[in-house]
């Protein structure tokens, strides 16, 4: 079992920045990838970007040169660094670890926008 705790969300203005934080606890051994996902009101969950172990990063479209995913291994730890941000980026974002069977998800953190 992976345990996952998100931190870092909170309200700024478009223009502005916040970094999220996912701590990994458990089988930390059995961690494959890690990605961040975001799921706005009345929509789908949608994914964000990703990290694998070997090093492979992924963004959605929306999201690239503006966001960051980071992993410190040492901390079990997955950063997401926004900037620029907008309010459509007002979302729950969820952290998300992989493994070979099954995925894990934190409880959210909510990141709103203003305008």
């Known amino acids: 079992q992976v345990q996952l705790v998100e931190s870092g969300g909170g309200l700024v203005q478009a223009g502005g920045s916040l970094r999220l934080s996912c701590a990994a606890s458990?089988?930390?051994?059995?961690?494959?990838?890690m990605a961040w996902y975001r799921q706005a009101p009345g929509k789908q969950r949608e994914f964000v970007a990703a990290?694998?172990?070997?090093?492979?990063?992924n963004y959605h479209d929306s999201v690239k040169g503006r966001f960051t995913i980071s992993r410190d291994n040492a901390k079990n730890t997955v950063y997401l660094q926004m900037n620029s941000l907008q309010p459509e980026d007002t979302a729950v974002y969820y952290c998300q670890a992989l493994s070979l069977s099954r995925a894990y998800w934190g409880q959210g953190t909510q990141v709103t926008v203003s305008s």
């Open positions: 458990g089988s930390i051994s059995i961690i494959a990838a």
């Open positions: 990290a694998t172990n070997g090093g492979t990063i």
